[in-house]
């Protein structure tokens, strides 16, 4: 058996084994890899003990960007001033919350069933069971009709990642709950604390301050959103959390959570350690992170042993690495590495893996993949923030210059009555190189690829300057961020 090489040349490979491939995992992941094998020639299995689509399409993106629709849809009809000043009038706007969550469900059956298809009519073989490792090459199968053993000439592990619940809260999946429980939107709670301010913790308050839930942040970093660069974060902070009256704690853990009626929770100040309030709340939301899905996958039969809290070591190859030497015809993808928690990440890498499989030496640009919030307005952001990049100009001997433009002197933003926002952009003065680009406002995670593809094709800020975009678009607003960078440049 044979693989393609995009040079036309081929790599041989073993008919000793029962695939070429094996995948454990079934995430977006494992289904960029698997896909991209085929595409090489390589005759793949795919093992998943849970649904097809792993968290991504079952549990996080696409369940909760159905709820960010729908809710987005409410907040929007139910902006009367803003609705006025374009000349609308809309009388009284109600929803339901078992539609709203209906939409969500089918949106998961659909993309979930087109994910197994396009497997199937590639001629993938999915197997439904739990993998794990037995030794090299070799991979153990339990299945509701018993175990069964497979070799893989190379084996790849995508096993994801569960959400991180911290010691002393507790569960109950009703009362208490994490994202995974959150997109089914079961019921809409009066009052609802959220346990973290990542992503997770403001998409989710989008969603319940649209529909008319009462919302608490706790956040235990001394400022909000503490992830993003200062300035969208300060800008955030006004627009997605003050705006609409959520209540705040920072420098706070909720050191225990009780499920009941109330919820209660203890807040415990994070330098003192002495407990500060006690809340009585009807929900509370644990958006405190993730963690690797890495336990009883056999990784010690080969002698690999993770990196608290439970990932891979892997190099930029995505080789499992063994006190620092690549396990042959080992490898891993996804969140169970830590490299980048994102389901798009965890796609790039698959497809990076399967290329240096095949005899293709790659590695992926981490710093040139994009990441959104689809808040309203919604976050995005590429590459480092200004802390970031001041810190690695000092260690490298170089300056950083930022640049702002705003949406409120962006045409299309004007007309659509959604000027709030800002694009910023950070670059080295002596080459120009972007370095990282944050943008808060209207459909910022499309606007953001346009720096991503700049960053990871090396584009300086000089050449992006005379970049022609639509006019009007919101595009314009990162033009104008690239122009005012260049005009620094050559002053």
Not at 179 to 190: H, K, N, Q, T
Not at 454 to 468: I, K, N, P, R
Request: glycine share 10%; aromatic share 4%; charged share 20%.
């Amino acid at each position: 058996m044979t693989a393609a090489h995009a040079d036309g040349g081929t790599t041989t490979l073993s008919s000793a084994f029962d695939y070429d491939l094996i995948i454990i995992g079934a995430g977006v992941g494992g289904h960029g890899a698997a896909l991209h094998a085929v595409e090489q020639g390589l005759k793949t299995a795919i093992i998943e003990a849970a649904e097809m689509g792993g968290t991504c399409v079952n549990r996080g993106c696409i369940p909760s960007k159905a709820l960010l629709a729908a809710s987005g849809r409410v907040r929007d009809l139910q902006a009367v001033e803003h609705l006025q000043a374009l000349g609308i009038q809309v009388g009284g706007v109600g929803f339901e919350r078992q539609g709203i969550a209906a939409h969500a469900t089918n949106l998961v059956t659909k993309i979930r069933g087109d994910l197994t298809n396009s497997l199937k009519r590639l001629g993938v073989d999915i197997i439904p069971g739990w993998g794990k490792l037995v030794g090299s090459q070799k991979v153990d199968v339990t299945t509701p009709q018993g175990s069964l053993t497979l070799t893989g000439r190379d084996i790849l592990i995508s096993a994801g990642s569960v959400p991180a619940v911290p010691p002393g809260i507790e569960l109950d999946g009703q009362t208490v709950f994490t994202s995974d429980e959150a997109v089914r939107l079961d019921w809409l709670p009066p009052w609802v604390a959220i346990v973290g301010s990542g992503y997770i913790g403001l998409e989710f308050s989008d969603v319940y301050t649209a529909l008319g839930t009462e919302v608490t942040m706790i956040e235990a970093l001394d400022q909000l959103m503490p992830g993003f660069d200062p300035d969208i974060a300060k800008l955030a902070k006004r627009l997605l959390i003050e705006a609409r009256g959520i209540e705040t704690y920072t420098g706070v853990f909720a050191t225990r959570v009780t499920p009941g009626a109330p919820v209660t929770i203890e807040l415990t100040d994070a330098k003192t350690k002495a407990v500060v309030d006690v809340l009585e709340v009807d929900a509370c939301l644990v958006a405190t992170g993730r963690r690797p899905a890495t336990q009883n996958l056999g990784l010690e039969t080969v002698g690999v042993d993770t990196v608290k809290p439970g990932f891979i070591p892997v190099n930029d190859q995505m080789q499992v690495l063994k006190e620092g030497e690549p396990v042959p015809h080992l490898w891993a993808i996804g969140d169970a590495t830590g490299k980048m928690m994102l389901a798009h990440a965890a796609s790039a890498q698959g497809i990076i893996a399967v290329e240096n499989i095949c005899g293709r030496p790659r590695t992926v640009n981490y710093r040139a993949i994009p990441a959104a919030a689809f808040t309203h307005p919604e976050i995005s952001f590429v590459g480092l923030t200004e802390p970031q990049a001041k810190t690695l100009g000092e260690e490298q001997g170089f300056a950083i210059a930022t640049a702002r433009s705003y949406f409120k002197g962006n045409s299309k933003a004007i007309a659509e009555g959604e000027a709030e926002g800002l694009a910023k952009i950070i670059y080295r003065t002596d080459t120009g190189e972007l370095l990282g680009a944050h943008i808060l406002g209207p459909h910022a995670a499309d606007l953001i690829q346009e720096a991503a593809t700049a960053m990871a094709a090396g584009t300086s800020v000089a050449d992006l300057a005379f970049v022609v975009h639509t006019h009007p678009t919101l595009t314009e607003v990162l033009d104008e961020a690239f122009k005012r960078a260049a005009h620094s440049l050559s002053a």
